[in-house]
């Protein structure tokens, strides 16, 4: 979507600055400044002008500066993807903007309010003050917002499905950039059409409205638009296929979105990066995207929240306000009343004091009921805890005892000049140190309340095959049906169906001697299958080979009340087989 603000030569804006004789023309000029930088994609310096511009309005009581100052200033922020600070911005700029009679920024500020509901998806809200807007516009002589507006319409059908009212909208709006020779806004208008027939399927039509729009950002140097429409090529080439050709847009997109600073797009470039690498099943790549992918979603929704407690507590504001005017209204009908009150007063109050009981006791068994429900949940949040803790103080201890004692033999050995043992003993607790390490890693990304999407456990299991059968040159097939990566699993499910998958792998590469290694992972009626067999030596069951590796899948396993089968037979190779009822 489109954010209205003025542009002027970068040159000029400084050159007035520099000769500025008054304050008001420095805070008008820093704003404008910040409005150009805005318009070449240098969000930092846009947003460090804004700043500059707000600081001086305010010294100086100015409200007409402070109007223009925060409308620009919120645009900048909206371009960073931090809406909260967006529409605090807009909201202060219409306050100003109505104080100082400033039209040209109210219809401005108005509509840009609009866009950040648009872009929450709160249409109701966002139509009210884009009518609002249009209301304004009416009245005054600006085709350029007028424009906008329509621009912004056509946004706002697109997030609504309604792509033919898009077009119409988006349509308008670019014969009248055209006709006012707008680059920066025709590169906008071309990203807007694009988005819907991207949306639509229609990608050769998509591909040349997205292509127009970076042929002007290259002629215009602006690194926001570049990266938007890099980002959105890159996308529509994965989706056709073109994996070469998408991995090279999409990171240049991700270059130019970077130098922006916009969350958006950089959050948006690594998604579809790591679908081009996990197209390709380039696991290790894949999963460093999806990682910065998730890194840059949750920063997003962390401002989330805050946009949420903002609007609440706007909220409340006038909850609290339309609450003191029922008040004063109901105390004014009380005492118009009281005579006809006083007649029935006994009988109303004993029916009300039954409403009140009955409410108390209601309210009693609802309590007593959601206290139970948030005890049960604490019950099992702390099991699992709990587990966890004994893990991992289990798994500590041992270790740390089994380093104790190889470092005693290790300075027997170095006593002795046993230089071979010494080694030896270095090399073990080297990897027994290493290893203690990965579990304690493995346990906190379990229970790491960010990373409960299934699919980068996924990607995660991929990078591990990856890392650990490379250097044995095995060939894996990994298979995964969509139901397994959008199951949403406990914690203590997610840990132990990932170490027993991890433990399986250590003793392929340990002892399998394999050359191919079938990695299968379903969920098919709430029933989660999980096998893993090679090619390898096997061995033979009966003779007790049951060594740690196998009992702690054995353990795992119970521990989830899953049920697993361990098949091999000499020269036959191995599998493992865990089944799970979800």
Not at 389 to 414: P, Q, V
Not at 519 to 531: A, F, G, P, Q, T
Request: aromatic fraction near 10%.
């Amino acid at each position: 979507m489109k954010v209205s603000a003025q542009n002027e030569k970068l040159e000029e804006l400084k050159l007035r600055l520099q000769n500025a004789k008054h304050d008001t023309t420095r805070v008008i000029t820093l704003y404008k400044l910040a409005a150009h930088s805005n318009y070449i994609g240098n969000l930092r310096e846009a947003l460090e002008y804004c700043n500059q511009s707000v600081q001086l309005a305010k010294q100086i009581h100015f409200t007409r500066g402070l109007a223009g100052a925060y409308n620009n200033l919120g645009v900048v922020n909206f371009n960073k993807g931090n809406y909260p600070e967006a529409l605090k911005n807009y909201l202060l700029a219409l306050k100003f903007s109505k104080e100082a009679n400033m039209t040209d920024v109210l219809s401005q500020a108005t509509m840009n309010v609009g866009i950040v509901y648009a872009v929450q998806k709160e249409y109701d809200k966002a139509f009210l003050y884009l009518n609002e807007s249009a209301a304004i516009l009416k009245k005054q002589n600006d085709t350029l917002t007028l424009a906008d507006l329509y621009n912004n319409m056509g946004c706002l059908y697109t997030e609504q499905g309604k792509y033919d009212a898009a077009l119409k909208s988006h349509n308008l709006a670019l014969h009248l950039y055209l006709l006012m020779d707008s680059r920066r806004s025709i590169l906008g208008v071309y990203d807007n059409i694009g988005e819907v027939y991207l949306k639509t399927g229609s990608y050769p039509e998509a591909l040349s409205y997205f292509f127009n729009s970076l042929k002007i950002g290259v002629q215009t140097k602006d690194k926001y638009g570049l990266a938007y429409a890099e980002n959105r090529i890159g996308e529509i080439y994965l989706k056709q296929k073109k994996y070469s050709e998408a991995t090279d847009m999409l990171n240049t997109g991700l270059t130019h979105a970077k130098e922006t600073g916009s969350l958006d797009i950089i959050k948006e470039a690594y998604k579809n990066l790591y679908e081009v690498y996990n197209a390709i099943n380039n696991d290790s790549k894949a999963l460093s995207n999806y990682r910065n992918y998730v890194l840059y979603r949750d920063s997003i929704f962390n401002q989330e929240n805050t946009r949420k407690i903002v609007q609440s507590q706007m909220q409340y504001d006038f909850d609290v306000k339309m609450a003191a005017d029922s008040v004063k209204a109901f105390a004014e009908n009380q005492k118009q009343d009281a005579l006809d009150r006083q007649k029935n007063k006994y009988y109303k109050a004993a029916g009300v004091a039954f409403l009140f009981v009955l409410i108390v006791i209601i309210s009693l068994i609802v309590i007593s009921t959601s206290n139970k429900q948030k005890l049960q949940k604490k019950l099992a949040i702390q099991q699992t805890r709990d587990s966890i803790a004994r893990d991992l103080h289990d798994e500590i201890g041992s270790t740390l005892t089994s380093i104790t004692y190889m470092s005693e033999f290790g300075k027997i050995s170095n006593h002795n000049k046993d230089e071979k043992n010494t080694t030896l003993m270095l090399e073990k607790i080297g990897n027994t140190s290493s290893s203690l390490a990965s579990l304690m890693n493995d346990i906190i990304w379990a229970v790491n309340p960010e990373k409960d999407d299934s699919k980068e456990m996924v990607v995660r299991m991929k990078w591990y095959v990856n890392e650990l059968m490379q250097t044995r040159n095995i060939h894996t097939s990994f298979n995964v049906n969509p139901d397994f990566e959008s199951w949403n699993f406990t914690i203590e499910q997610k840990k132990n169906i990932y170490l027993i998958f991890k433990e399986a792998l250590n003793n392929c590469f340990k002892y399998a001697q394999c050359n191919n290694l079938t990695i299968d992972l379903r969920i098919n009626n709430k029933v989660l299958s999980m096998k893993i067999s090679d090619d390898g030596i096997g061995f033979v069951k009966s003779l007790g080979h049951q060594g740690n590796g196998l009992k702690n899948i054995t353990k795992r396993a119970e521990n989830i009340g899953a049920t697993v089968s361990i098949g091999s037979e000499p020269n036959a190779g191995t599998e493992v087989n865990l089944v799970l009822n979800l």
